[in-house]
Every structure is written in structure tokens, then in C-alpha cells.
């Protein structure tokens, strides 16, 4: 789970205290909910934004591929 705060701060070019509190509640609440209750936290205005970036596009790939997609897109992952 570290790896994955990790890779997330860094991502959205996170500061070191951005990822300490990215941390916390991704380790208090798991990163499903942290993702379901990300509009309540109080958050910076640019760290909000950032991270409903990145929630928009983990709602995009779980809906699975778009139909815009080409077979050169490379391979479908199940």
C-alpha cells in the first residue's frame, strides 16, 4: 500500500506534506473509500483538483475500454 501512496503523491507532484496527509486517510479509510469520500475531506483547492484528476481517470479505465478505442491501442486488459 506504501508503494501505491507513493506512486500516487508523486504522480500529482504531491508535496511531502501533501503525501503525509495522503497517507493518513488513504491508510485510515483503504483507497476505495478514500476515493468515495474524497469531496468531504478538506483539502488544498490545487490537491483536490489533482487528485479528482486522477479519480476521473480510475472511473474511466473501470468502466472498461471506450468505443473510440482502436485495435492499435495496444491489447484490452481483462
Known amino acids: 500500500m506504501h508503494d501505491s501512496i ?3 503523491g508523486n504522480l500529482i ?3 511531502p506534506q501533501e503525501q503525509i496527509i495522503l497517507q493518513s486517510l488513504i491508510e485510515e479509510y483503504g483507497f476505495r473509500t478514500f476515493w468515495d469520500r474524497l469531496e468531504e475531506e478538506e483539502l488544498s483547492g490545487d490537491l483536490k483538483s ?4 486522477v479519480k476521473k481517470i480510475l472511473n474511466a479505465l473501470e468502466l472498461g475500454p471506450s468505443p473510440e478505442r482502436s485495435e492499435f491501442d495496444g ?3 481483462p
Open 6 to 8: 507513493r506512486l500516487l
Open 75 to 77: 491489447p484490452r486488459l
Open 50 to 53: 489533482k487528485l479528482q484528476a
Open 13 to 15: 507532484e504531491a508535496s
